[in-house]
T-cell receptor, first 118, second 112 residues
Framework: DAMVIQNPRYQVTQFGKPVTLSCSQT?????MYWYQQKSSQAPKLLFH?????FNNEADTPDNFQSRRPNTSFCFLDIRSPGLGDAAMYLC?????WGIGTGAGSPLHFGNGTRLTVT | EDQVTQSPEALRLQEGESSSLNCSYT??????LFWYRQDPGKGPEFLFT???AGEEKEKERLKATLTKKESFLHITAPKPEDSATYLC?????????????FGAGTQVVVTP
């Protein structure tokens, strides 16, 4: 089955210690998104890639970076995690047809990485 | 600014007791309204997309409807396996990249 896979499922890091979360997809979707979800809150978009074009949300802290080395993989780097960065991080993909139209498939999500900061 | 508000925050139902969840939204031109189901510790699972007022979609015991200001997710004769958090999200026509703005969800618990 085509899917979105996130690794690891659980990640524990220390305050200030860089951490990388990974996402891979077999859907061949051209857009990949990273969302942050805290307990009982709405998922919040951090950034997304359209192919290799990176799009940052205005309120995403500089502490969060992302890389997309190829169509299938996308990484979320947290340079200096703080206690407030503890959350579920969700990767999603979609196929958007037509540059700039936004029209496309629904977002498909992975099962997330639960990040704990000690 | 686009906004999505879901109510109630939590809902406890007896098996077979039908109910409705509400999603109120404000968006500068709606491309689509999406419903997702999220189980604890998992990512959201796509349920429906609604594009225009008056549209309805059904899947098993779930039925989603859309007006110009809100959407309802009706759960008919729920079973314990329908227990989950239901998320509503909007996609703005002006957005070029298909991104979704989510509400905080309604946590549904169905007891036998």
């Amino acid at each position: 089955d085509a899917m979105v896979i996130q690794n690891p499922r659980y990640q524990v890091t220390q305050f200030g210690k860089p951490v990388t979360l990974s996402c891979s997809q077999t859907l061949n979707h051209n857009v990949m998104y990273w969302y942050q979800q805290k307990s009982s809150q709405a998922p919040k978009l951090l950034f997304h890639y359209y192919d290799k074009d990176f799009n940052n949300e205005a309120d995403t802290p500089d502490n969060f970076q992302s890389r997309r080395p190829n169509t299938s993989f996308c990484f979320l780097d947290i340079r200096s995690p703080g206690l407030g960065d503890a959350a579920m991080y969700l990767c999603a993909t979609s196929r958007v047809w037509g540059i700039g139209t936004g029209a496309g498939s629904p977002l498909h999500f992975g099962n997330g990485t639960r990040l704990t900061v000690t | 600014e686009d906004q999505v508000t879901q109510s109630p925050e939590a809902l406890r139902l007896q098996e077979g007791e039908s109910s409705s969840l509400n999603c109120s939204y404000t968006v500068s031109g709606l491309r689509g309204l999406f419903w997702y189901r999220q189980d604890p510790g998992k990512g959201p699972e796509f349920l429906f997309t609604l594009y225009s007022a008056g549209e309805e979609k059904e899947k098993e015991r779930l039925k989603a409807t859309l007006t110009k200001k809100e959407s309802f997710l009706h759960i008919t004769a729920p079973k314990p396996e329908d227990s989950a958090t239901y998320l509503c999200a909007v996609q703005a026509r002006m957005d070029s990249w298909g991104k979704l703005q989510f509400g905080a969800g309604t946590q549904v618990v169905v007891t036998p």
